[in-house]
C-alpha cells in the first residue's frame, strides 16, 4: 500500500483533536486573519484531522478544497533538497564538490574582494554567504543589483539571476555563519548541470512521481485550483498585485511577489520557492521521510537532513533550533517556545503556509493558507499547534 493509500483511505476522525483545531481555525476565520487554509494532521501514518475551510478566492466566492493548489513559496526547499540528496546518493554531485565545478561562472567575492570556494553543501545548509534581499536595507547591494528572490520578476532566466547575484558581496566566508538565502535557487541551477536535465524534470522523477504527487510542480496542474494570494490588511487581507510588496514596517517588508510568475515559462524555476502543489501532496512527502525516506531517499540520508548540519553555528533570532538539511530542527522546544518535542522538523512558507514533523510523536502536520504572513508565523500557527498537543494529551 502506498503512502497516500493509507493516508487517505480511511476516514479522519479524532474526537479529542477535531473540536480544538475546528476552534483555531473557525476563530481566524472569523478574524479575518486568513482568508482561507486547508489543514492536514497524521499520527503513526494514519490522518486524524483533515479540513478544508474559507475561500481560495474571496472575489469570486470560491471555497477552499482538498484539491486546492497552492503556491508553495519555501516548502519548495526541502522537495528540492530531496531531489539534491538524491542526486548525492546516485553519484553525481558531492557534497563537497565547488559550485564552480557546475556553474564556472557563479564566483561571487567578499567585500575584500577575495573569492571563496562555496561548496553544495554550504548551499543545502544555508551557510554560503548569501542572503534573500528582503533581509537588506532598500539601498542594500541585492536591491542595487535588481536580486529576485525567486516570487517575483516572472520572466527571468537562471543566467540573469545568478549573474546579479555574483555581482554582489558575499554577506561572509562561505561556512562562518548561516543566513536564511538564496542559496537554494542557486543550487537548483547546479542540479540541472548536474542531472543533464531540467529541475522540474528531476525533481518529478525523483520525488514527486515516485511519490504519486501528481498535483505538485513548477506549474499548477490546473489553473482554477489555484488559491489567490492574499496579504495581512486591515480590516481584512488584501488580494496581491502582479506584483506586490510588503510595506513597512510589517515583517519582511519589501519581500516582493508576483503570484502569476507560475504561469510564465521563462521564469527560472526557483529551487526555493517556485513550486505549487496541495496540502496532501506535501504530507505525503513529509510522512515519506518520517517513515524512512522509501521510495526516494535512503534511511540514512533523511537522518542526516534531521540532524544538526551548521554545528555550532547560530540562526539569527530562533533561539532553541538549528539546521538540517531542507528544514529547522528543534533543539530545545522551551526556548523556541513550541509545544512539540526535541528534535521536530518544521518550516513554512512566506504565501502563508507552516507545516512540521514531530518524529518522537509520530506526528505530522501541514496546515496550508493563502494569507502571507500570518499563515506562516502568526498567531493562526500558534493557535493551531497549540490545539493539536492539547487535542493529543
Not at 147 to 167: E, H, K, Q, T, Y
Not at 249 to 256: D, K, V
Request: charged share 20%.
Amino acid at each position: 500500500m502506498t503512502i497516500a493509500a493509507s493516508l487517505f483511505d480511511a476516514p479522519a476522525t479524532d474526537p479529542a483533536l477535531s473540536p480544538r483545531i475546528d476552534a483555531a481555525i473557525d476563530r481566524a476565520l472569523a478574524e479575518q486573519r486568513i482568508v482561507g487554509t486547508a489543514v492536514l494532521v497524521a499520527q503513526d501514518g494514519r490522518l486524524v484531522y483533515r479540513r478544508a475551510a474559507g475561500l481560495a478566492d474571496r472575489e469570486a466566492g470560491r471555497p477552499v478544497r482538498e484539491d486546492t493548489v497552492f503556491l508553495y513559496a519555501s516548502l519548495t526547499k526541502p522537495i528540492v533538497t530531496a531531489a539534491a540528496l538524491r542526486l548525492v546518493e546516485e553519484g553525481r554531485i558531492a557534497l563537497a564538490d565547488p559550485v564552480t565545478k557546475f556553474l564556472p561562472d557563479f564566483r561571487p567575492k567578499l567585500a575584500d574582494g577575495t573569492e571563496p570556494v562555496i561548496t553544495i553543501r554550504h548551499l543545502l545548509t544555508h551557510t554560503a554567504g548569501l542572503i534573500y534581499s528582503f533581509a537588506e536595507p532598500a539601498d542594500g547591494p541585492y536591491h542595487r543589483a535588481g536580486v529576485s528572490d525567486g516570487l517575483d520578476a516572472p520572466g527571468r532566466s537562471f543566467a540573469d539571476n545568478l549573474r546579479r547575484i555574483a555581482s554582489a558581496p558575499l554577506a561572509f566566508a562561505p561556512g562562518s555563519a548561516w543566513a536564511y538565502s538564496l542559496a537554494l535557487d542557486v543550487l537548483g541551477a547546479a542540479l540541472e548541470v548536474a542531472a543533464g536535465e531540467s529541475l522540474p524534470d528531476l525533481v518529478r522523477r525523483r520525488v514527486t512521481e515516485p511519490l504519486g504527487l501528481q498535483d505538485t510542480g513548477f506549474a499548477p496542474p490546473d489553473r482554477s485550483r489555484l488559491a489567490a494570494a492574499y496579504a495581512d490588511g486591515e480590516p481584512a487581507p488584501v488580494r496581491m498585485g502582479e506584483p506586490y510588496a510588503i510595506p513597512a514596517p510589517r515583517p519582511f517588508a519589501g519581500l516582493s511577489f508576483a503570484p502569476g510568475r507560475i504561469f510564465d515559462p521563462a521564469s527560472y524555476p526557483s529551487g526555493g520557492g517556485g513550486m505549487a502543489g496541495t496540502a496532501g501532496d506535501f504530507l505525503v512527502f513529509l510522512e515519506a521521510l518520517r517513515q524512512g525516506g522509501a521510495p526516494i531517499l535512503r534511511p540514512e540520508t533523511v537522518q542526516a537532513m534531521a540532524t544538526d548540519q551548521i554545528l555550532g553555528l547560530s540562526m539569527p533570532d530562533t533561539p532553541g533550533t538549528t539546521f538540517g538539511y531542507g528544514f529547522a530542527l528543534v533543539t530545545d522546544p522551551a526556548a523556541a517556545g513550541v509545544p512539540m518535542t526535541a528534535g521536530t522538523w518544521r518550516w513554512g512558507g512566506v504565501y502563508g503556509h507552516s507545516w512540521f514533523v514531530d518524529p518522537a510523536r509520530r506526528l505530522s502536520v501541514v496546515g496550508l493558507t493563502n494569507t502571507a504572513l500570518e499563515g506562516m508565523k502568526g498567531e493562526f500557527v500558534t493557535d493551531l499547534r497549540a490545539a493539536i498537543y492539547a487535542g493529543l494529551e
